[in-house]
Nanobody
């Protein structure tokens, strides 16, 4: 029923760009706050960005602010994460997640639905 599917990951050189997509099915994405998380091997899951269901306001983690941009296309029921000026430290599996909360949370536990993840590798 409810599904989130990430795509757009891959291998990119430092300084390069990728756009990740999070496509929702089985529910209207606009009714949910959507968050992006990432997890590298041996690390805890880290909140990257989110977009509020209440007013569309956005949040960015300190490590990505100024480089990443979250947006959504309600007609396509899809949320995007544009990643520019990528660094090796950005290497991780990236997940999108959905919550009924009106504003996002850095805590993974706040999110009800998760995608399968997409691998982003930044390396020369």
């Amino acid at each position: 029923q409810v599904q989130l599917v990430e795509s757009g990951g891959g291998l990119v050189q430092p300084g390069g760009s990728l756009r990740l997509s999070c496509a929702a099915s089985g529910f209207t994405l606009d009714d949910y706050t959507i968050g992006w998380f990432r997890q590298a091997p041996g690390n805890k899951r880290e909140g990257v960005s989110c977009i509020s269901s209440k007013d569309g306001s956005t949040y960015y983690g300190d490590s990505v602010r100024g480089r990443f941009t979250i947006s959504k296309d309600n007609a396509k029921n899809t949320v995007y994460l544009q990643m520019n000026s990528l660094k090796p430290e950005d290497t991780a599996v990236y997940y999108c997640a959905a919550t009924k909360l009106l504003y996002g949370s850095r805590r993974s536990e706040a999110y009800d639905y998760w995608g399968q993840g997409t691998q982003v590798t930044v390396s020369s």
